[in-house]
């Protein structure tokens, strides 16, 4: 019968190394394990020339806040991982990694089995940290294309040169989507785009990076309970936006569309050559409203908090229009000269490995603030487990304290 540990973590990126190092400030026993290594999102699934999209000043972690030369700047993921190495060596966490968690079964009250790939732990508590963007949602029609099309999905994008030559189909207008997008372009190549309803937002606005305008207004602590429901919070979610090497730049759909790219609409289905599309104006649309909602929200705070706009400030809000841009029904793979595509859809929840009734409809965990109504069962990381920043690097802190107050009270 092997000991029971207090809590076992499972994954060790932001929020599993996050909640560790509480609990050892706390004296509490736990393992930390990872199927792979420590941040291995950043180290194992970023493009090479990925950059953060929230300035570095961001980055918050228990111990640990940004210390570096360059607040206003976006690190590199290189960098993100050297800090993240740093972390580990400064918090030394019971880390084991390369270790897979199978299956978690409840044995009793607060009697969790943790089967792993190197054999299994009994524990009291079990903090499960797997990350908000666990498997890549890949259209299961993919398989019926024509078999010479390579297909990746964006975690497994690198740079341009991995693809074969040719015209690339980017399928997803998110954050990955419109970053890969821009790089593809800028390397010479021709670009389709199948847009979803992603919304935008301009990097700056009246002089400050437009993070700063919504941390002055409070938008990144919005509470998941302001919104109807979980759906209608990850509608409100993170924009088409993109750091790099120096103040970041604005990137959307149009300013893609004015370097060439052809939007499309969103992929619906496709077979051999074929791939049928549908709905681009009403993502322009869905697109377009988020920035105006955005703007309006933000001259609010300015006419309350400052009366006028700041005196010398510049950057307008940019204004797009849609000339130029055609809807079309399908298009034909060959004739395009299409002989890659970038699935940029993002990712579905995975929580296989739980053999605890804890999952919703839609394969979401049920939760308050990361605590499950299984006593002893925790979530972190999650995309708006409590707060907008919940599933990024600010959330480092908050999260993790009320995890690591309810394990040590209990
Ligand atoms: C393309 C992209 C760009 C992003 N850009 C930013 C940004 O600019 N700024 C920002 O703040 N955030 C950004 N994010 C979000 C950020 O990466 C994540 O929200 C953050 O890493 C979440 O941390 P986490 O610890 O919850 O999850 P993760 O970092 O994903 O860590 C989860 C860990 O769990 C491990 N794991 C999973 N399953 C098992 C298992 N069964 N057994 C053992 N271990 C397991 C994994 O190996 C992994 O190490 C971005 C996300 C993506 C996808």
Same mark, same amino acid.
């Given at each position: 019968?092997?000991?029971?540990?207090?809590?076992v973590?499972?994954?060790a990126?932001?929020?599993?190394?996050?909640?560790?190092?509480?609990?050892?400030?706390?004296?509490?026993?736990?393992?930390?394990l990872?199927?792979?290594?420590?941040a291995?999102?950043?180290?194992?699934k970023?493009?090479?020339?990925?950059r953060?999209?929230?300035?570095?000043?961001?980055?918050c972690?228990?111990?640990? *806040?940004?210390? =570096?030369?360059?607040?206003d @700047?976006?690190?590199? $993921?290189? &960098?993100?991982?050297?800090?993240?190495? +740093?972390? !580990?060596?400064?918090?030394?966490?019971?880390?084991?990694?390369?270790?897979?968690?199978?299956?978690?079964?409840?044995?009793g009250?607060?009697?969790?089995?943790?089967?792993t790939?190197?054999?299994?732990?009994?524990?009291?508590?079990?903090?499960?940290?797997?990350?908000?963007f666990?498997?890549?949602?890949?259209?299961?029609?993919?398989?019926?294309?024509?078999?010479?099309?390579v297909?990746?999905?964006?975690e497994?994008?690198?740079?341009?040169?991995?693809?074969?030559?040719?015209a690339? *189909?980017v399928? =997803?207008?998110?954050?990955? @989507?419109?970053?890969? $997008?821009? &790089?593809?372009?800028?390397?010479?190549? +021709?670009? !389709?785009?199948c847009?979803?309803?992603?919304?935008?937002?301009?990097?700056?606005?009246?002089?400050?990076?437009?993070?700063?305008?919504y941390?002055?207004?409070?938008?990144?602590?919005?509470?998941?309970?302001?919104?109807?429901?979980?759906?209608?919070?990850?509608?409100?979610?993170?924009?088409?936006l993109?750091?790099?090497?120096?103040?970041?730049h604005?990137?959307?759909?149009?300013?893609?569309?004015?370097?060439?790219?052809?939007?499309?609409?969103?992929?619906?289905?496709?077979?051999?050559?074929?791939?049928?599309?549908?709905?681009?104006?009403?993502?322009?649309?869905?697109?377009?409203?988020?920035?105006?909602?955005?703007?309006?929200?933000?001259d609010?705070?300015?006419?309350?908090?400052?009366?006028?706009?700041?005196?010398?400030?510049?950057?307008?809000?940019?204004?797009?229009?849609?000339?130029?841009?055609?809807?079309?029904?399908?298009?034909d793979l060959?004739?395009?000269g299409?002989?890659?595509?970038?699935?940029a859809?993002?990712?579905?929840?995975?929580y296989?490995?739980?053999?605890?009734?804890?999952?919703?409809?839609?394969?979401?965990?049920?939760?308050r603030?990361?605590?499950?109504?299984v006593?002893g069962?925790?979530?972190?990381?999650?995309?708006?487990?409590?707060?907008?920043?919940?599933s990024?690097?600010?959330?480092?802190?908050?999260?993790?304290?009320?995890i690591a107050?309810?394990?040590a009270?209990?």
């Open positions: 019968m092997q000991q029971l540990i207090e809590t973590i499972i994954g990126g932001q929020a599993g190394l996050a909640v560790s190092h509480l609990l050892t400030r706390a004296s509490r026993e736990h393992l930390l990872d199927r792979a290594r420590a291995s999102a950043w180290r194992d970023r493009w090479d020339s990925f953060l999209v929230l300035p570095n000043r961001y980055w972690m228990p111990g640990m *806040l940004y210390d =570096g030369a360059e607040p @700047g976006f690190m590199a $993921a290189r &960098e993100v991982v050297e800090r993240f190495d +740093r972390y !580990l060596g400064k918090t030394r966490p019971p880390l084991h990694e390369h270790t897979a968690v199978r299956r978690v079964l409840l044995q009250p607060r009697r969790f089995l943790v089967q790939d190197r054999g299994d732990l009994r524990c009291r508590n079990v903090v499960v940290a797997t990350g908000p666990q498997t890549p949602a890949l259209p299961a029609w993919r398989h019926a294309l024509d078999a010479e099309v297909q990746l999905h964006s497994q994008y690198r740079n341009p040169s991995q693809l074969p030559p040719g690339v *189909l399928a =997803g207008s998110g954050q990955s @989507g419109v970053q890969i $997008a821009e &790089e593809l372009l800028r390397d010479g190549r +021709r670009v !389709l785009l847009t979803g309803g992603r919304g935008w937002l301009p990097r700056r606005y009246l002089g400050k990076d437009i993070t700063a305008w941390a002055e207004m409070g938008l990144f602590e919005t509470r998941i309970d302001e919104f109807p429901s979980l759906a209608a919070a990850r509608a409100s979610g993170f924009p088409q993109a750091g790099d090497a120096a103040l970041g604005t990137l959307n759909v149009h300013t893609l569309a004015q370097a060439g790219a052809v939007l499309l609409g969103r992929a619906e289905q496709g077979a051999g050559h074929e791939i049928r599309v549908a709905g681009l104006q009403a993502n322009l649309d869905a697109a377009d409203a988020v920035a105006a909602r955005a703007k309006g929200l933000i609010e705070h300015i006419a309350r908090r400052h009366g006028s706009v700041p005196p010398g400030s510049d950057d307008p809000w940019p204004l797009y229009g849609r000339g130029g841009i055609e809807q079309r029904d399908s298009i060959r004739r395009e299409v002989r890659s595509i970038v699935w859809g993002g990712y579905r929840p995975d296989a490995f739980l053999d605890i009734p804890v999952l919703d409809a839609d394969g979401r965990p049920q939760h603030r990361g605590v499950s109504e006593p069962l925790f979530f972190i990381g999650l995309e708006w487990l409590h707060r907008r920043k919940s990024t690097l600010m959330a480092g802190d908050e999260d993790a304290a009320l107050a309810t394990i009270a209990g």
